[in-house]
């Protein structure tokens, strides 16, 4: 078993920054790879980022080069810096782990709202 905390959305003009952390805990030794993703209302699940436990990275093509994956093992945490935000960011992100032979984790979500 492995428990995602996601922490940091909230409300951000067009233009700002926000970062999100989502800690881990529990069997987090079969953790293969932890990622961000993202819901919009009336829309599906979408994969923002994500970043392997070797550290090989991939984003969206809608967020490369302004969202930047990153993790910290000490503290069993990764993070999602996002900047230059656009209102089609808003969305509900949550932070996902893919564990073992491919289960996957989720963490309860966190809204991300970008006003123009």
């Known amino acids: 078993q492995v428990r995602l905390v996601e922490s940091g959305g909230g409300l951000v003009q067009a233009g700002g920054s926000l970062r999100l952390s989502c800690a881990a805990s529990?069997?987090?030794?079969?953790?293969?790879?932890m990622g961000w993703y993202r819901q919009a209302p009336g829309k599906q699940r979408e994969l923002v980022a994500r970043?392997?436990?070797?550290?090989?990275?991939n984003y969206a093509d809608s967020v490369e080069g302004r969202f930047t994956i990153s993790r910290d093992n000490a503290k069993n945490t990764v993070y999602l810096e996002m900047n230059s935000l656009k209102p089609e960011d808003t969305a509900v992100y949550y932070c996902n782990a893919l564990w073992g032979l491919g289960l996957d984790y989720w963490g309860q979500g966190t809204q991300v709202t970008v006003s123009s």
């Open positions: 970043i392997t436990t070797g550290g090989s990275t």
């Open positions: 529990g069997s987090i030794f079969r953790i293969n790879a």
